[in-house]
């Protein structure tokens, strides 16, 4: 291993952060609270992504949804909250985290009661575009505040270790609890939850959050916010639309073509503007661009897979959703122990080495779900290797959340946080609409050829994303 891949010490403490930095990897008093709000509003948005999926039946049946329409309900959210992530994320460096946190809160919970009082299509719509829209301000800003209050080192990894986990164990239960709340009174508390969340956080986070003082504020490049955010949103609606219709469908390779060509303007205009949306010399670090592209594919490949098993367990084991939901919550408690343990691998290793731990268990994982069967005695197996599965991914992904952030200047480190959750729910909303077109190209009687083909992908992009960390990525200098 190279002396760039040592592991990184943490720098001079500004004196806001110092009981910080006495206070090693615990947290004070007010760091807690501040936590807890932190990761309660992450939590509460990752949930977002996937509670609605076991009750779309429901919605479409009570508000006349047609059923080739019902995808609109998740893809609308994933659209907004993949799309705005970055342009977000620098307006928090600009204008301030909090407060931009704090907007975020308001608006998630003011579109929340829209959407659990909707009564026809139209204005749900409208309140799922409002709630990806909050998701887009409050994840950077959450995530930058946290990067800020903690100083680079073991409290910083132990915060980054508990959001990750929580972030992807949020997309598990919301699965679970979407089933639990349609079943037993409504899916419009999938929305009215979020109510009483926002509301609780607006009560403390005020008092609890701070940022440092806010520097000279460079001017927000306008062109490159809007094409950023156009070609990510081209991307993510082809991708989806590949999901529902096929790579051959105009509006799948039309729209990947579209960000494709957007992305090379982008570029092509950051080069030439004095205060770039996106930093040049940020994008050639290489912690941050293969950190980020590694946690696209981290998240990418764990979302997809509950995807595809909640198939599995419906469509070939015949298991009703709130059952489905229940199996697959073991693979939610593997990623908060995964979370929690990464911090201490990270001490003991480093975090690109970490990441490769990761990736490489969770490819182990995953192989043996490519020879699923009709059989329900692959239910224990399924267990044990979905449980690994969850710890594996979440080791990966703090690794990829340190690494991303790491030697980053604080008036930078918005930016930096916008990209790292700009990869996560770009990876959210990419890897589902892949899997599911790679498993319906298989034409057969059952959906289990299928499946088995999307799992050994999935598997295959594990193993390949810890190649690539082996290979390219490399650590900023010992500080």
């Not at 082809?238 to 799948?252: F, K, L, P, R």
């Amino acid at each position: 291993m190279s002396n760039t891949e040592t592991r990184i010490e943490s720098p001079p403490v500004p004196s806001d952060n110092s009981s910080a930095a006495t206070a090693g990897p615990g947290f004070t008093a007010t760091q807690k609270i501040a936590m807890a709000v932190l990761l309660t509003a992450n939590f509460t948005l990752a949930v977002d992504f996937s509670i609605l999926n076991v009750a779309l039946p429901h919605i479409g049946h009570d508000l006349g949804f047609a059923t080739a329409n019902l995808q609109w309900i998740v893809t609308t959210f994933a659209l907004c909250a993949a799309g705005f992530t970055l342009f977000f994320g620098r307006v928090a460096d600009l204008f301030g985290r909090k407060k931009l946190f704090l907007i975020g809160m308001v608006l998630l919970g003011v579109a929340s009661l829209v959407g659990g009082l909707a009564q026809f299509p139209a204005l749900l719509l409208a309140a799922r575009v409002g709630q990806g829209l909050a998701t887009a301000m409050v994840t950077p800003a959450a995530l930058s505040l946290m990067t800020t209050i903690f100083p680079e080192g073991p409290a910083r990894s132990k915060a980054l270790g508990l959001n990750g986990a929580l972030m992807a164990a949020g997309f598990t239960a919301g699965a679970v609890l979407g089933g639990l709340l349609t079943g037993a009174v409504s899916w419009r508390w999938a929305f009215f939850i979020n109510v009483v969340v926002a509301v609780i956080v607006l009560v403390l986070a005020p008092a609890v959050l701070k940022e440092p003082a806010a520097g000279q504020r460079p001017k927000l490049d306008v062109p490159g916010a809007v094409l950023i955010t156009v070609a990510l949103v081209a991307l993510v609606f082809g991708i989806d639309n590949a999901g529902h219709h096929g790579w051959t469908h105009a509006g799948t390779w039309g729209a990947v073509i579209g960000a494709v060509v957007l992305f090379a303007i982008f570029l092509a205009i950051e080069g030439k503007t004095t205060e770039p949306r996106v930093a040049p010399g940020l994008l050639k670090r290489s912690n941050i661009a293969w950190g980020n592209i590694t946690g696209l594919l981290g998240f990418a490949t764990m979302t997809s897979l509950v995807f595809l098993l909640t198939l599995y367990l419906q469509e070939i084991l015949s298991y009703n959703a709130i059952t489905a939901g229940l199996i697959l919550g073991v693979l939610g408690i593997g990623t908060v122990i995964g979370g929690l343990t990464a911090p201490r691998i990270i001490g003991a290793t480093n975090p690109k080495a970490t990441i490769i731990l990761g990736f490489l268990l969770q490819a182990v994982a995953t192989v043996p779900l490519a020879f699923i069967s009709d059989s329900r005695g692959w239910l224990i197996p399924l267990l044990i290797t979905t449980f690994i599965g969850g710890v594996a991914n979440l080791i990966a992904i703090v690794g990829y959340t340190v690494t991303s952030t790491m030697g980053v200047e604080a008036e930078q480190q918005g930016l930096a946080s916008g990209l790292v959750t700009m990869s996560q729910q770009v990876g959210i909303a990419l890897g589902t609409p892949v899997m599911s077109a790679i498993a319906v190209s298989v034409v057969a009687a059952t959906l289990l050829p299928g499946l088995q083909l999307a799992i050994g992908v999935n598997a295959a992009l594990c193993l390949a994303a810890a190649l690539l960390v082996g290979v390219f990525l490399r650590l900023p200098k010992q500080q």
